[in-house]
């Protein structure tokens, strides 16, 4: 079945740049999405990418895909300590709205 | 919208003992999506309804747990009887679909369910 990876954590100093990597296996995927998680709540939809599209810039988050490598990446600029959360990678593909989730980056924003 | 409404937000029950966790998802989203996450596995999508039939529930641990969607505005689990390893946190999810063309899930602020 379709998989998602991520690595499980990332720790960069406030006001730096983060990239949080995903890879996937579905080719026929059609949607790619970030959502971010904070402690004690559910997932919130952050941005999400069409499988035709390259890059997607949303303020401070910038997206890119890499259909060929099933790559996706997400740039978060001048990051801040309120970015520290859970962040999931996941993709739809296929006929039904099956989403499946990466296994989630932590990221910690240091002061 | 108040977005998806779950109830309770905690649940501490003894082994053996029937929980029952309610959704509420979004007006006029046609998909509903029942999770569950822990520290050792993650996010895991436990089954799935399209205009209030389930479609998939192979993510379904086993016989104690059934859901149901009676209608557009409501969806439960239900874990009968309950076990210590259900201990997790319950997430409901709807979605517009195609409607929006983009499929994104909504979350509700999930159920902590803690069985002893």
């Known amino acids: 079945g379709e998989d998602v990876e991520q690595s499980l954590f990332l720790s960069v100093r406030e006001g730096d740049s983060s990239v949080i990597n995903c890879t996937y296996t579905?080719?026929?995927?059609?949607?790619l999405y970030w959502y971010k998680q904070e402690p004690g709540a559910g997932l919130q939809l952050l941005t999400y990418?069409?499988?035709?599209?390259d890059m997607k810039q949303d303020q401070r988050l910038t997206v890119l895909l890499n259909k060929k490598d099933k790559h996706l990446s997400l740039r978060i600029a001048d990051t801040q300590t309120g970015d520290s959360a859970i962040y999931f990678c996941?993709?739809?593909?296929?006929?039904?709205?099956?989403?499946?989730f990466g296994t989630g980056t932590k990221l910690q924003v240091i002061p | 919208d108040a977005g998806v409404i779950q109830s309770p937000r905690h649940e501490v029950t003894e082994m053996g003992q029937e929980v029952t966790l309610r959704c509420k998802p979004i007006?006029?989203?046609?998909?509903l999506f029942w999770y569950r996450q822990t520290m050792m596995r993650g996010l895991e999508l436990l089954i799935y309804?399209?205009?209030?039939?389930?479609?998939?529930d192979s993510g379904m641990p086993e016989d104690r747990f059934s859901a149901k969607m009676p209608n557009a505005s409501f969806s439960t689990l239900k874990i009968q009887p309950s076990e210590p390893r259900d201990s997790a946190v319950y997430f409901c999810?709807?979605?517009?679909?195609?409607?929006?063309?983009?499929?994104?899930?909504?979350f509700g602020p999930g159920t902590r369910l803690t069985v002893t």
């Open positions: 579905d080719s026929s995927s059609t949607y």
């Open positions: 990418i069409f499988s035709n599209m």
């Open positions: 996941a993709e739809i593909g296929g006929g039904y709205q099956k989403v499946t």
């Open positions: 999810a709807s979605s517009p679909g195609g409607t929006k063309g983009s499929y994104e899930q909504y």
């Open positions: 309804f399209n205009n209030n039939v389930p479609i998939d």
């Open positions: 007006s006029g989203h046609n998909s």
